[in-house]
DNA sequence: CGGCAAGTTGAGCCAGGTCAACTCCGGTGG
DNA sequence: CCACCGGAGTTGACCTGGCTCAACTTGCCG
């Protein structure tokens, strides 16, 4: 008789998008893998133990956002990384201090694997490798990106930065659509990209009050001008100088 | 007759450091390699130009301090990582929008490996593989923790954090040494983590002055009270308020 | 030993943080 | 179904840390 795949396997979205890395397994390293490992459904606010941690430091998310929080002595707390669907987080070996805290900003899905099967399969199957490595990369570089963003932007252009990370991250498939949904709160969404909640708010309004979004509700906006919120998070400070020179038109008519 | 080493490889400190990629791999892998790889010698703002990243994607730092810098619009310059010894950069599939240029900070070695001999070796061989997945992994905390320092921490707390991040690199050996050498430049350093010259020159006066660090060069300073610079690196306001309630000694004896 | 880039110092200013008051929304129980 | 409640989000007023600009000093390299 055939080896058949995990019921819990056939029903998760990794195994069938075929860029996930479930999805390049077999059925028997499938039902390997699986034996071994414990899904689990988060809601907002749920953590991962450190013996959790330990036992099982490779995370799959395969639904919702997962997020790394550093809290500092005097309370103020950072949002160091954020993963999504497909994201293979690996804590092995990297230390406490450094690791910060693995906590749900959502209802999530996960996949926690046993290090050892997922190290044997990884070493086994090329494409699963493959997969992995290039999602490690990715993170790497999502990593390195969003400190170009903390470091030398400002308010306005961090924003708009972000909001593009949320239409890359979920429309990758549609690239000219215009609606994104910004899949975290705003407390999150502030601590994030190292502002304050205030500061977002104000800075929201005013993307809106240029016409260069509109927002549709909390978590969803429409982007109404997107070739100038891009020039806004590259930080082409002329953008603002050209809604300035667009707007007086009608004193420039009184003077005539 | 056994296959001899490279003498490129034996004169370099990559093969042999035995943590390192190149010390673990075999004669045979070396001279493979070896063949298909272009070792550099790089001075300070020395690039990787596309074309070169586009055939040698893969870049193992020898010596020396690399930079991933990002040029906004209006000139604004972040330099997003650093990377030194031992570091292994796989830019492969990384768009060049994300990827940003790869810069020398100073004099500096480097080797430029074939990346389909660098796969075939990584697949082959186990400890090989393991050792750059660590390194991988390690970029990718190291950024996240880079983006915990310039997301909330102020001026202070990231160059505390940042000659911390120094020491580690050096002398992880000699974890009670207090001596640390900065590697790179102040114009640099200040663009690593977000500041302006200015402000890092201001901020090293200060440590200096509330006798925490000394300035014995320009590039190597003495810590003087590590866990003063540990708490004031992990955001405890608190350190400031006691240096400020231990100096007035003076005053409260006024009064008796 | 001159020339230039890097680093430092000072003065003034502004983007964004802080604090407080308010509104909005989703969940809960009567 | 509605009244209530608490947390999230918003708005306004104020204030300050760090950016800006300019002048100066230092250190490096030919």
Redesign the pocket.
């Known amino acids: 008789m055939a080896i058949e795949t995990p019921l819990r396997c056939k029903q998760c979205s990794l195994y069938f998008e075929s860029d996930n890395f479930c999805a390049q397994l077999s059925p028997i390293e499938l039902v390997n893998l699986n034996r071994e490992s414990r899904s689990a459904k988060l809601k907002r606010g749920d953590s991962f133990s450190d013996e959790s941690l330990a036992q099982w430091p490779v995370v799959a998310v395969e639904s919702g956002v997962l997020s790394l929080q550093h809290i500092m002595q005097d309370g103020r707390k950072t949002i160091a990384a954020l993963f999504m669907r497909g994201d293979i987080i690996d804590l092995r070996s990297i230390s406490d201090r450094k690791r910060g805290n693995l906590i749900a900003l959502g209802k999530a899905r996960v996949c926690r694997l046993s290090p050892s099967i997922f190290e044997k399969v990884v070493k086994a199957n090329p494409d699963a490798h493959q997969v992995i490595w290039d999602n490690l990369r990715e993170q790497t570089f999502r990593a390195i990106e969003h400190s170009v963003d903390l470091a030398k932007?400002?308010?306005?252009?961090k924003l708009a930065s972000f909001i593009f990370e949320c239409r890359h991250h979920e429309g990758a498939n549609d690239k000219s659509s215009s609606i994104v949904s910004i899949p975290i709160?705003?407390?999150?969404l502030a601590e994030y990209i190292?502002?304050?909640?205030?500061?977002?708010?104000?800075?929201?309004?005013e993307l809106e009050s240029k016409g260069i979004i509109e927002?549709e509700?909390?978590t969803t906006i429409v982007i109404k001008n997107i070739p100038a919120l891009r020039r806004i998070a590259n930080g082409d400070r002329s953008v603002e100088e050209n809604v300035k020179l667009e707007n007086p038109d009608m004193k420039i008519i009184s003077f005539a």
Do not use: N
């Open positions: 932007k400002q308010a306005l252009e709160r705003r407390l999150d190292g502002m304050q909640p205030e500061t977002v708010s104000r800075c929201f309004r927002l509700t909390l």
